[in-house]
Structure formats: C-alpha cells, structure tokens
C-alpha cells in the first residue's frame, strides 16, 4: 500500500480534520513509500522504534507521537536519537492523538468501554472527548469497579473519595483527563474514571462526593492502538501491537 494512501485513509478514518489538538496528527515523519509492515503502539518511545527496526518494520503508528505544542524545538538527545532512527532505516511514523482518543469504535474511550463492559451513552468535556453511560452491573460499588480494573487491565488503580458509592452513571477519559472531573460531576457521573491523578483531584472527590480512580495513563490508552493494528490488517497490511511496559 502507498504511504500517501495509508495518510489518507486513516486521516479520513479518524476525522483529523474536525479536531482541535496540540500536536501534528498523521503523518509526522515520511519514511519509504511503500507500506506491507506496521508496528503500532501507545507511544513512539526508542524501545517502540528499535522493535520496528528490527522486525523489518515499514511505518510506526501510535498515539503519542512528536512536535508537542510548547516543547522545546531543537533536535538533540533524545530527539535526536529517535528521529535518526527513523530517518536512517526509512520508516514512517504516524501518530493520531485526540483523533484516536474519540473514534466511536476504535478509540481509546470507545475500547476502554469494551474491555470494561461499559455502555456509553453521551458525551461530555470539550470536543465530546469524555464518556459518560452504564457500568457492566448498575450499582455496583466504586471499589468493585476499581476492582475489575485491577482484574482487566492488570494494574491496580487510584481509587480516591466515597469507595462505597453505588454507581448508576460512570463517566471515562483515557489518560490525562483528570481535569475533566468537574465536567463529570456536571454531566451527571457517580464516578470518574481517567489515566492520571493531580493533587487536587483528590480534594475534589472527598468534597464533591464523586470517586474518583485513576487506572493509569499508558494502562488505559493500549486498546485504540491495538484496535487499529486489527484494522490495519483489514486493509491488507501486516500489523502488530507491542506493549512496551509502563508503570504510569
């Protein structure tokens, strides 16, 4: 498959176009123009693009990608080590941000939910990035939805505030959410359910009587991509998921 016509699919696909975001997504680094072998992941990190090497590897797609609003520009370090990889064996990276966190099926939200046995059924926070619906069993305690998580995505989570609360209405966003909280709270939620915590969040919950848990960054932001790698092959393509370990 052409490069460019991978570009244009998934760019259609994943509405990047309709998103506000604070970083490039689609194609970030142009690689050879021939695409038969994808490697997707959470995050283009060296270990993710060292795999793609040398598994033979034409392109890289994940969530995380480079050129973050705000960061420093200049290609040392780090940066530099990364890009030259890429640069030096040919290979492509894409990377879909927002676009992959709200797709109705193959987002992060969206698998988060199925994995979870969650059914969303409205939206919530700007750009309809956060979830809101049913647990898997209504009134199920905080502490036991805290407890499937642990159970389905093989981390224990934060859980902070009321643990004994029923949940009728459960809100979600993958990752770094924690600041949507309040717009939970206003949407109607018994919980909410992101990546990551702050300090304030933890104020929040105990005076809002709204628990909170955080299930990790990385934990819950594995399934699009991996969602995506299933897709890929749909087109014709050889694609792999690779879980590279992280605690956050």
Same mark, same amino acid.
């Given at each position: 498959?052409?490069?460019?016509a991978l570009?244009?699919?998934?760019?259609?696909?994943?509405?990047v176009?309709?998103?506000r975001d604070?970083?490039?997504?689609g194609?970030?680094?142009?690689?050879r123009?021939?695409v038969?072998?994808?490697?997707?992941?959470?995050t283009a990190?060296?270990s993710?693009?060292?795999?793609?090497?040398?598994g033979g590897?034409?392109a890289?797609?994940v969530?995380?990608?480079?050129f973050?609003?705000?960061?420093?520009?200049?290609?040392v370090?780090?940066r530099?080590?990364r890009?030259?990889?890429?640069?030096?064996?040919?290979?492509s990276l894409l990377?879909y941000?927002?676009?992959l966190?709200?797709?109705?099926?193959?987002g992060n939200n969206?698998?988060?939910?199925?994995?979870?046995?969650?059914?969303?059924?409205?939206?919530?926070?700007?750009q309809?990035?956060?979830?809101?619906?049913c647990p898997?069993e209504?009134?199920?305690?905080a502490s036991g939805?805290? +407890? *499937? !998580? $642990?159970?389905r995505l @093989?981390?224990?989570?934060?859980?902070?505030?009321? /643990?004994?609360?029923p949940? +009728? *209405? !459960? $809100?979600?966003c993958? @990752?770094?959410?924690?600041?949507?909280?309040?717009? /939970?709270?206003?949407?109607?939620?018994d919980?909410?359910?992101s990546?990551e915590?702050?300090e304030?969040?933890t104020h929040l /919950?105990?005076?809002?009587g709204?628990?909170?848990?955080?299930?990790?960054?990385h934990?819950?932001?594995?399934?699009?991509?991996?969602a995506?790698?299933?897709?890929?092959?749909t087109l014709?393509?050889v694609a792999?998921?690779l879980?590279?370990?992280n605690?956050?």
């Amino acid at each position: 498959m052409q490069l460019s016509a991978l570009q244009h699919h998934l760019d259609e696909l994943l509405e990047v176009a309709r998103l506000r975001d604070y970083c490039p997504n689609g194609l970030q680094v142009e690689g050879r123009p021939e695409v038969g072998r994808v490697l997707c992941g959470v995050t283009a990190c060296q270990s993710l693009l060292d795999a793609a090497v040398s598994g033979g590897y034409d392109a890289v797609l994940v969530h995380h990608g480079y050129f973050w609003r705000g960061e420093d520009g200049r290609v040392v370090g780090m940066r530099k080590r990364r890009l030259a990889t890429l640069l030096r064996n040919d290979v492509s990276l894409l990377a879909y941000h927002l676009p992959l966190d709200v797709h109705p099926q193959l987002g992060n939200n969206a698998q988060l939910a199925a994995i979870m046995g969650w059914k969303g059924d409205g939206r919530f926070a700007e750009q309809d990035l956060g979830w809101i619906g049913c647990p898997e069993e209504v009134g199920v305690s905080a502490s036991g939805v805290g +407890r *499937r !998580i $642990a159970e389905r995505l @093989g981390r224990e989570p934060v859980l902070v505030g009321d /643990a004994e609360r029923p949940v +009728r *209405r !459960i $809100a979600w966003c993958t @990752g770094g959410a924690q600041g949507y909280f309040e717009q /939970a709270i206003e949407a109607g939620a018994d919980l909410y359910v992101s990546g990551e915590i702050s300090e304030q969040t933890t104020h929040l /919950a105990r005076e809002s009587g709204i628990p909170y848990i955080a299930a990790g960054h990385h934990a819950t932001e594995r399934y699009g991509p991996m969602a995506m790698a299933r897709h890929l092959t749909t087109l014709g393509l050889v694609a792999d998921f690779l879980d590279v370990p992280n605690p956050v």
